[in-house]
């Protein structure tokens, strides 16, 4: 598999204009509202919030799960203030509208910004789902400027930066709580370097990786990528949902059952606030 996967990376198919139109008409189609950017940071908030509450539990094996809340929630609450403090702009030589972000933030610590550049080197900010359905994500390198490219970003503007939002909160609340459980490290590049790691990994569980290297090969012919063109959120939520509940029971040490159940329990339940009966995993098939 990996040497099928390397290979694909190495020689892509060649998808032509013909399936990048139609990824863009489905795009523009179902998700330019905002309601759809609205949906998408409540959406973040079902996933991320109980996921980044499972890392505590996992860190600290003795904290209650109403403690591991509850820190958690500050957490986000200061994440939140320092994104949403930088306001919205206009670019005027640039032409765009400049959505609140933690990167135009100038109270960020030394080891913060070290980590923000990091995880914006990465990809795991700005490779949205927005963007892999849109077809910018994996544009090629003669699609990268012009009309066409500039009108698609405008368009994906909303959904993009929703969702954006949603992986600067998860991917700097989790750095932040991972640095201080290492501050007793004698290196602390090594304890950044960790947290670092860390944040990738829980920013990349709950909120998904939706580079072309992580699609599924099955996803990636170009008939598939039209007709399936909604359905890796799917398929990784569902591998989320089901690998929680297994590890609730299954995992291999009680630290594990206790994050995949905070995990699980906490995503399920912040469905059912935010959406009901009718919203909770499974309804729709039974």
């Known amino acids: 598999e990996m040497k099928r996967r390397l290979d694909l990376i190495m020689n892509p198919p060649d998808v032509g204009k013909a399936q990048q139109w139609l990824s863009n008409a489905g795009f523009i189609w179902y998700l330019t509202a905002p309601a759809s950017a609205i949906t998408n940071v409540l959406g ?6 109980p996921t980044l509450v499972g890392q505590y539990v996992k860190m600290y094996p ?14 986000v609450g200061k994440s939140l203030g320092q994104i949403m403090s930088t306001g919205f702009k206009v670019d005027v030589e640039d032409k765009r509208v400049m959505f609140p972000t933690m990167d135009r933030n100038k109270d960020l610590t030394d080891a913060e910004r070290i980590a923000y550049d990091r995880f ?14 849109s077809g910018l994500a994996a544009a090629p390198t003669e699609a990268y400027t012009g009309k066409s490219r500039r009108v698609m970003e405008a368009l994906t503007g909303l959904f993009h930066n929703a969702e954006r939002f949603n992986r600067e909160i998860m991917a700097m609340s989790t750095f ?6 290492r501050k007793d490290y ?31 090969r099955y996803f ?12 890796q959120f799917p398929q990784q939520m569902t591998f989320f949902l089901v690998r929680n ?24 339940g912040m469905a059912g606030i935010f959406s009901g009966v009718t919203g909770l995993w499974g309804f729709s098939t039974v």
């Open 120 to 133: 914006t080197a990465d990809g795991l900010i700005d490779i949205t789902a927005a963007y892999d359905q």
């Open 186 to 216: 004698k290196d602390q590049n090594q304890a950044i370097e960790e947290a670092i790691a860390e944040a990738k990994d829980v920013t990349h569980r709950s909120m998904f990786d939706y580079s072309t290297q992580n699609k599924p």
């Open 44 to 49: 973040g908030m079902m996933i991320g919030f």
């Open 220 to 231: 990636q012919h170009p008939v598939a990528r039209v007709v399936l063109q909604f359905k």
């Open 245 to 268: 509940m297994v590890n609730m029971f299954k995992g291999q040490s009680p630290e594990i059952r206790r994050e995949a159940r905070a995990r699980f329990v906490g995503t399920m």
């Open 62 to 75: 003795n904290l209650s799960y109403t403690k591991a809340t509850a820190a958690a929630m500050l957490q």
């Open 176 to 181: 932040r709580a991972a640095l201080a459980a």
